[in-house]
């Protein structure tokens, strides 16, 4: 009997998967309640999106990297800029999606945790449209140490790594801009667009 209670006890990878399944539940469900609000209140729209991933998803790590080498060059209130425009760019997608989307729904497949570094992890998930048209998805945890939360740090849809492609457009208008931090953090919505990263999926 002792086996048995042992056999179905769960596993580290087992509590990461359940961990992303409720964030990632808890967050369509979010969405779905306020496929209006983005246009009647976008503020407010912001604002609860920023409360319900605050704490599962790592925007600072993520903006940063998206930066590359060029944070280096790049003052603290600078930095602090483009975690919010970074954000806004992604809730703006969010928000594009979900209402040119019908329902969908995501199921979480699985959480394989790095054997090299048990503080790393994917999660392979699923996204299903009303029309039965099925894309994958991986989201790649970290955390910092053994006793902390479990976070997002990129996504990964069908094989496009976003957090890279976010990157290199970050580096090409650095590049068209001659360098200047100030002015591709504040077009970086309009580089966002422009990136297209829906084609970019489709084409994969």
Known sequence: MAFCVASVQAGPEDDLQQYVD?????????????????????EAFYQNMDDELEGFVDFRRIA???????????????????VVKFKRSLFDSYAQALMSAD?????????TI???????????????????NRHSVTYSMYRKDEGSNWMMENVIVEGVNIGLSFRDRF????????GQVETVIDG????????????????S
């Open 103 to 111: 329902n969908f729904e995501i199921k979480v497949r699985g959480a």
């Open 22 to 42: 409720e964030n990632t539940q808890r967050l369509v469900n979010k969405l779905n309640e306020e496929r209006g609000l983005y246009e009647s209140d976008p």
């Open 188 to 203: 970086w919505s309009d580089a966002v667009k422009s990136l297209n990263l829906e084609d970019e999926v489709n084409k």
């Open 64 to 82: 940063a990297r998206v930066m590359g080498r060029y944070a280096r060059q790049a003052t603290p209130e600078q930095r602090n800029e483009f």
């Open 114 to 132: 790095n054997p090299g570094d048990d503080n790393r992890a994917s999660v392979a998930m699923e996204v299903i449209t009303a029309s039965g």
């Open 171 to 178: 580096t090409q208008e650095m590049e068209a801009n001659r």
